[in-house]
């Protein structure tokens, strides 16, 4: 049983973009260029720059631009002035134009499709950023389920949530609790999971091999869902591994058998009888 998988982030944009609902869940996308960073960073203190195809956060990059009064002390008159800081990895650069911010996006990034997304500030856990993998899958009836929520809080000195880039997994409740009341928290879980189901849908109207998809969710302060991206190959590992109810993966697991992810599990053969 074949199962699509999509690659090209740009290409899963431009078909959810089709959705006015989802569309307004999505932070401004382009295709990286200087003008398009130039446009970004006037209307955005913080862009994120990322490879349209790459798996585990590799190659992602954050822009700021940083605003400071400047004193000049002969005419007792401040002005504003700006700088940039790229951050890389664990590496942070500083540049005083947008130039020179360019060129050295572009000595990483070299002649690598790579797409500039609108950077949304996130809610925090413990001083660290954090965001959601929604998981949402087909069922063995055909319809999509939003099976699984859970937070990934990134690393220190990182900029990426992902737990192979050295990210923590935490439970969505905990993550929301310092920010949230309980009921906040559960009509956000339902939105969450409606808008899983929306975007498994859109999808598939271009690709209508889907069976699983994984979006990565951005929360702001107002509480107010972004999505990031989709992935078509999303890891189902996290939620058995630490969620404590057990159901949870034991549902995940029956639809992605049923839909051909992963095999059912061996049964133990009959003991022989002693002879």
Not at 30 to 39: H, P, T
Not at 179 to 200: M, P
Request: aromatic share 8%.
């Amino acid at each position: 049983m074949s199962i699509q998988r999509v690659s090209s982030k740009w290409a899963k944009t431009l078909v959810l973009l089709r959705n006015r609902q989802i569309e307004a869940n999505i932070p401004l996308t382009m295709k990286y260029s200087q003008d398009a960073l130039i446009e970004m960073l006037n209307e955005h203190t913080m862009v994120y720059i990322k490879p349209d195809i790459g798996t585990y956060g590799n190659g992602v990059m954050c822009a700021e631009r940083i605003t400071e009064p400047f004193d000049f002390n002969e005419s007792d008159q401040t002005v504003l002035q700006e700088r940039y800081v790229l951050k890389s990895g664990t590496s942070i650069e500083e540049f005083t134009s947008t130039a020179d911010l360019h060129r050295a996006i572009r000595n990483h990034i070299g002649k690598k499709v790579y797409l500039i997304q609108r950077g949304i500030h996130k809610l925090k856990y413990n001083d660290r950023s954090f965001d959601l993998r929604v998981l949402t899958q087909k069922t063995p009836k055909g319809k999509w389920e939003t099976t699984g929520i859970v937070g990934r809080v990134a690393g220190k000195n990182k900029i990426i949530t992902n737990y192979h880039g050295g990210g923590t997994v935490k439970m969505l409740d905990e993550l929301l609790a310092p920010h949230a009341s309980q009921r906040e928290i559960n009509l956000l879980e339902k939105q969450l999971n409606a808008l899983g189901e929306e975007t498994a849908k859109q999808l598939q109207k271009k690709y209508p091999k889907l069976k699983e998809i994984g979006l990565d969710v951005a929360i702001d302060t107002n509480l107010y869902p972004w999505i990031l991206e989709v992935n078509t190959l999303p890891a189902i590992f996290p939620f058995k591994k630490f969620f404590k109810d057990k159901s949870i993966y034991q549902r995940i697991e029956r639809y992605a058998i049923a839909y051909g992810r992963i095999s059912a599990p061996r049964k133990e053969g009959k003991r022989k009888k002693k002879a």
